[in-house]
């Protein structure tokens, strides 16, 4: 399967403990995204990467969040101190900026957070 | 500050007759709009886009409609089909940037068999 893959798809924690999601984008996929769902909302954009370097910052991504993307290929999206207010699907999406302008982003599957 | 709204949060329509899913957006810089389809446990999968320098997009049974002037797009199914239930979020992006997505809050599409 060559599509967008996150691990793990469930994580169950206790609040204050320390969380890391992967996400591995399509192969040729220089554009990678982080997006947060809660219930009965659509995806909210966090984070942004163009290769490994990570361009634009949500306001929602406190100081508590942080994401890498080293050598530009998969990503991590770390949370500190888990808050109960992060439960949440934490989505990882990529796309490729060969066309001009307008490109789909390819949606993994999630990381479905419950802070206990 | 929503700035792409769904206003119905569900839809039940009979199958083989035609969906019409809707969807308003505020910032009139977007210039990209997408529709998704979500099922449980599974992230959004594209479905259909347009550009805003057309006012329809056609792909088989899907077809998108943008109105700028009211900055309004809409997804019509026609035929409805039961494996088309699911929960479908609009999208809006900018042409520069990092083009992001701005979601609406979804909606659930019932197709009745």
């Known amino acids: 399967d060559t599509g967008v893959s996150q691990n793990p798809r469930h994580k169950i924690t206790k609040r204050g403990q320390n969380v890391t999601f992967r996400c591995d984008p399509i192969?040729?996929?220089?554009?990678l995204y982080w997006y947060r769902q809660t219930l009965g909302q659509g995806p909210e954009f966090l984070t942004y990467f163009q290769n490994e370097a990570q361009l634009e910052k949500s306001r929602l991504l406190s100081d508590r969040f942080s994401a890498e993307r080293p050598k530009g290929s998969f990503s991590t999206l770390e949370i500190q101190r888990t808050e109960q207010g992060d439960s949440a699907m934490y989505l990882c999406?990529?796309?490729?900026?060969?066309?001009?302008?307008?490109?789909?982003?390819?949606f993994g599957p999630g990381t479905r957070l419950t802070v206990l | 500050d929503q700035q792409v709204k769904q206003n119905s949060p569900s839809l039940s329509v009979q199958e083989g007759r035609i969906s019409i899913l809707n969807c308003d957006y505020t910032?009139?810089?977007?210039?990209?709009f997408l529709w998704y389809k979500k099922y449980p446990a599974e992230g959004p999968t594209f479905l259909i886009s347009?550009?805003?320098?057309?006012d329809k997009n056609e792909d088989g049974r899907f077809t998108v409609f943008l109105n700028k002037s009211a900055k309004h797009l809409s997804l019509h199914i026609v035929p409805s089909q039961p494996g088309d239930s699911a929960v479908y979020f609009c999208?809006?992006?900018?042409?520069?940037?990092?083009?992001?997505?701005?979601f609406g809050t979804g909606t659930r599409l019932k197709v009745l068999a």
């Open positions: 910032n009139s810089m977007f210039d990209y």
């Open positions: 347009i550009s805003s320098i057309k």
């Open positions: 999208a809006a992006s900018g042409s520069s940037g990092t083009y992001k997505y701005i």
């Open positions: 192969s040729e996929h220089n554009r």
């Open positions: 999406a990529s796309s490729l900026t060969s066309r001009p302008l307008y490109n789909e982003q390819f």
